[in-house]
């Protein structure tokens, strides 16, 4: 991989993943445009463009990237093929860990070998994605660089969305054609892309029934269970009523994804390697429940209701039948095939 690819700033149809998926665009305006705010308040995603709010981090190229944060320990995740499903770690250790068999490896490795790696990439070989926390740990340049951001613009954001703290910055560093598939977050994002282009497709929180997210026990909590390469529609009818909302961001674009948004994100197929900068922060205190809940809050109580179960059955195989028994016959429209239900 040459130095001259993180130069590239265009993609075409080809470099896409191809889909079986209803889609429609996400809007993109400039942040001059009041338009920005008013998305942003309906809790809808949008892509913001010339901000400039990570401009100091146009120059971070694998080399740079190198030289600067060379001493860093870098957490990357290396998978056999392109997909890095998130598991958790913590739930591994517990009720499920005969079963699950973690997807890939996560390791620790300088950022020099990382590079190195990622220049021998061979098709169908290993891939790897590097994400690491920006903290003070990643080198004083890098820090530098990351204090220059137009703070006053994100601040004032967070300000006017009346987000709670800034909770984490991730680096990501993935390499072409690399796929996070699609899950939620519980925390609003403002998705910076630095280098390379990314396609990210959004789903609504109503769209919760469509994508099958695993139980939240489970050490892929949060992560849909609908494999978009190959979608069993027997085992997820739903799916086929997804509608995604299509995102494709280059150098300087900023995606809002709003808290519990799904959202399924790739590098560019033959692009080049990407880098990218996310901004999670904690969402709006609830305060005055306003009625008829939303879909976002539906979302969050469905969430704490299965917590709630997993903690007091405290064996997460009795959650599923006690949640049918409690329903069972009992909520069903019968007007209504039971196939729809
Ligand atoms: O860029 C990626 O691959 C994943 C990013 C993501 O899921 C996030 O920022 O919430």
Redo the contacts with the bound molecule.
């Keep these: 991989m040459e130095e001259s690819d993180d130069e590239r700033r265009t993609w075409d149809e080809n470099q896409i993943r191809k889909y079986d998926i209803k889609m429609k665009s996400v809007p993109k305006h400039s942040f001059v445009d009041p338009i920005v705010m008013e998305i942003m308040l309906e809790g809808r995603p949008v892509i913001i463009t010339d901000s400039k709010m990570v401009e100091p981090a146009a120059k971070w190229n694998l080399k740079y990237l190198a030289r600067h944060m060379g001493n860093t320990n870098c957490n990357v995740i290396v998978s056999k093929d392109h997909n ?1 499903k998130y598991y958790d770690d913590k739930c591994v250790q517990k009720a499920v860990r005969a079963k699950f068999v973690p997807p890939h490896k996560k390791v620790t490795m300088k950022i020099g070998e990382f590079v190195d790696k990622i220049k021998e990439m061979s098709p169908g070989g290993e891939r790897l ?1 590097l ?1 690491q926390a920006l903290t003070h740990s990643v080198g004083t340049e890098i820090v530098k660089d990351f204090l220059q951001f137009k703070w006053d613009y994100i601040k004032g954001i967070q300000k006017e969305m009346g987000w709670g703290s800034l909770t984490s910055n ?1 680096l ?1 560093i ?1 390499m072409e054609g ?3 598939p699609c ?1 939620y ?1 519980e925390q609003e ?1 403002l ?1 910076a892309q630095v280098k390379g282009y ?1 396609r ?1 497709l959004l789903f609504p929180p109503e769209q919760f029934e469509c994508l099958y997210p695993h139980p939240v026990w489970h050490p892929h909590d949060r992560q849909s269970q609908v494999d978009f390469d190959d979608p069993d529609l027997t085992k997820f009818p739903k799916f086929a009523n997804a509608m995604a909302q299509e995102a494709i961001v280059g150098p300087g674009d900023v995606l809002f ?1 709003p808290n519990y948004w799904f ?1 399924h ?3 560019l197929q033959n692009g080049g390697y ?1 880098v ?1 900068v ?1 901004f ?1 922060y904690k969402s709006k205190s609830t305060g005055a429940v306003a009625y008829p809940l939303n879909a976002t809050q539906k979302m969050a109580i469905m969430r704490n209701v299965e917590k709630m179960l997993v903690d007091a059955l405290r064996d997460p195989d009795e959650v599923g039948p006690l949640l049918r028994n409690l329903t069972l016959g009992r909520y069903h429209d019968f007007s209504l095939p039971p196939e729809s239900q």
């Design positions: 890095f994605y994400q991730l990501l993935g690399n796929v996070t899950h977050d994002n998705f990314k990210i994804i959202h994100v790739e590098s990407t990218s996310n999670w």
